[in-house]
């Protein structure tokens, strides 16, 4: 999602948890599991960075680099891990590396697990002359700016056709969520 800025906007924290202890085993999206969930090993934030490498493969080609027909073919692929998966031509070398350096298969050698931590990440050369400070301080001319009317306005978004949809759902009046 993007703000009125035209800044990313995370909306969707389904999966997300305060670590009380090293490891956690919460499983998460096809496209964007890990080695070591596939193997049942547990995850830590090394898990956030092999989910960056996917992200950024699918926003440059539109799909993850490790989906494959199936299910099993995309496990597979993750498998093979990001350094040895044949990646399209088309990216630049730059965008191949942090690909390959965020999509380790060895969770502690991931790019951003090491030392310099989030900063190698920053510090990569595919974000060369990208202004940080100015993301983090907000000054920063986001390239696409959506006119919206308040926090309610749902006109940048797609209108579905279909008759079939039910336009006013009935109240849940059965008290799943009483304890959240």
Not at 68 to 82: D, R
Not at 110 to 134: E, M, P, T
Not at 166 to 177: Q, Y
Request: hydrophobic share 35%.
């Amino acid at each position: 999602m993007l703000d009125f800025k035209g800044y990313a906007k995370l909306v969707d924290f389904g999966n997300a948890k305060r670590m009380i202890q090293d490891k956690t085993y919460t499983f998460c999206s096809m496209e964007y599991v890990a080695p070591e969930i596939v193997l049942g090993r547990g995850h830590n934030k090394s898990l956030d960075y092999w989910s960056l490498g996917v992200f950024i493969s699918e926003l440059l080609l539109g799909d993850s680099i490790f989906r494959g027909s199936n299910a099993l073919e995309t496990y597979q692929n993750v498998l093979v891990g990001g350094e040895k998966i044949k990646l399209p031509s088309k990216l630049t070398k730059d965008s191949q590396s942090i690909i390959r350096s965020l999509c380790k298969l060895h969770p502690a050698k991931r790019l951003g697990c090491q030392q310099d931590g989030i900063n190698a990440i920053k510090n990569h050369r595919w974000f060369n002359n990208f202004d940080w400070v100015s993301l983090e301080d907000g000054t920063l001319k986001a390239p696409l700016i959506r006119p919206i009317n308040g926090p309610t306005d749902l006109t940048n978004f797609y209108q579905i056709q279909d008759a079939n949809i039910i336009d006013d759902a009935t109240e849940d009046l059965s008290n799943w969520d009483i304890d959240f």
